[in-house]
């Protein structure tokens, strides 16, 4: 039987003290509430961990990087026991013909069982041409993805590369790299899109461990994205708002306005329009996220971000309350719209007051 979370972490002396304070720390990361905390618990008690295989393909493996990275005070140690990695020929110990055998004993033993973790997209255009790039144990990274993903329970799509084709898809993307969903017969396992370049480490566990804990997949957006943490933009939760909308900008690099932590949007800042968690969960720790390290978002979580113009072009033409097509205009629209407030509810009140004394009359 495969042995549990729990059953991992006292193998390696793990306190049940330090097990519920993980518990608790994850539910917080995935926006629970502290009574989930004990749900958690128990899932990681007694359901065995998730055999997963994770293939690599045309990437510069920074989503494997950031996993191992995760924060939480006991994550960095046993988050790797937490699923069973049968696969992943990056941290693997195993080479040769042991280690790609695994592949194939995984997907027996557990069919429709495991999960599919996909880091890097094929480069399709091999196909037509003859290419030989990408190849893992002599095949093409696209023949071992078919083949692992047809049997999988869902497939994870760590990163741009996967979720949405990254660098590697940018115009004119001669090796014709291509996401992982609109690779042809793969399956119909559901595909969970967790793009970043790279993701945030806590996000990558979390799902992983919502997966464990309610035996279902995360509620996830129409582009396929967990709701719980690709549902509002940076712009909506960042520090810097307020200056924005009261039309406080960056207009140089380390200018006065740099100094004293002003808005980012004239300097190319991307936040209005990216949905991801960096300004509420942010990175190392929730130490910071480039924004308040003085750098604009660029919109790496997005699709096709490398190809939609330069990283420090300013945004134009975005609609809602608050922001304008014109940054430079934001202050005065906005204090317009105050002494516009004023000047009504001047007049509604005058109008009361003639009301009131025509009827005293």
Known sequence: MTETFYDVMRRQGITRRSFLKFCSLTAAAMGLSPIYAGKIAHAMENKPRIPVLWLHGLECTCCSESFIRSAHPLAKDVILSMISLDYDDTIMAAAGHEAEAIIDETIE????????????????????????????????????????????????????????????????????????????????APIIKVPGCPPIAEVMTAVITYILTFERLPSLDRQGRPKMFYSQRI?????????????????????????????????????????????????????????????????????????????????????????????????????????????????????????????QE
């Open 235 to 359: 712009h909506d939760k960042c520090y810097r708002r307020p200056h924005f909308d009261a039309g406080q900008f960056v207009e140089k690099w380390d200018d006065d306005a740099a100094r004293k932590g002003y808005c980012l949007y004239k300097m190319g800042c991307k936040g209005p329009t990216t949905y991801n968690a960096c300004s509420t969960i942010r990175w190392n720790g929730g130490l910071s996220f480039p924004i308040q390290a003085g750098h604009p978002c660029i919109g790496c979580s997005e699709d096709g971000f490398w190809d939609k113009g330069g990283f420090y072009n300013r945004l134009s033409s975005i609609h809602q309350f608050g922001i304008e097509s014109n940054a430079d205009e934001v202050g005065i629209a906005a204090a317009t719209v105050v002494g516009g407030a004023v000047a009504a509810h001047a007049a509604v009140s005058a109008l009361k007051r003639t009301q009131q004394k025509g009827d």
């Open 109 to 188: 033993k557990h069919k429709g069982e495991y999960i599919l973790a996909c880091e890097g997209n094929p480069g399709l255009e091999q196909e037509h041409t003859g290419g030989m790039s990408c190849i893992i144990a002599g095949k093409p990274y696209t023949e071992q993805l078919r083949h692992a993903a047809k049997n999988a329970k869902a497939i994870i799509s760590w990163g741009s590369c996967a979720s949405w084709g990254c660098v590697q898809a940018a115009a004119p993307n001669p090796t014709g790299a291509t996401p992982i969903h609109k690779v042809s017969d793969i399956g119909n």
